[in-house]
């Protein structure tokens, strides 16, 4: 199967830079998750477990929103 993405050049050249920059978007949300499942199950602080926790809860919640499936 094949997929063809097609944009409008110079109009839509930022749609394009989006299209082809999202599995550099997806690798930094998923290591900002790593990041804080790290604190979360090694930090001794819990003033900084609580905000990776909800750092965490407002990423999902985001992730929910957009209908997409994200394998963190």
């Known amino acids: 199967m094949k997929m063809t993405l097609e944009f409008n050049l110079p109009e839509e050249q930022q749609e394009a830079d989006e299209a082809l920059n ?34 965490q809860e407002l990423l999902f919640q985001e992730l929910d929103g957009l209908n997409y499936i994200f394998e963190l």
Not at 35 to 42: C, F, N, Q, T, W
């Open 22 to 55: 999202v599995g550099k978007l997806s690798s930094a949300i998923f290591s900002f998750n790593q990041k804080l499942r790290s604190v979360i199950k090694h930090s001794n602080n819990e003033e900084e477990i609580k905000h990776a926790e909800w750092a």
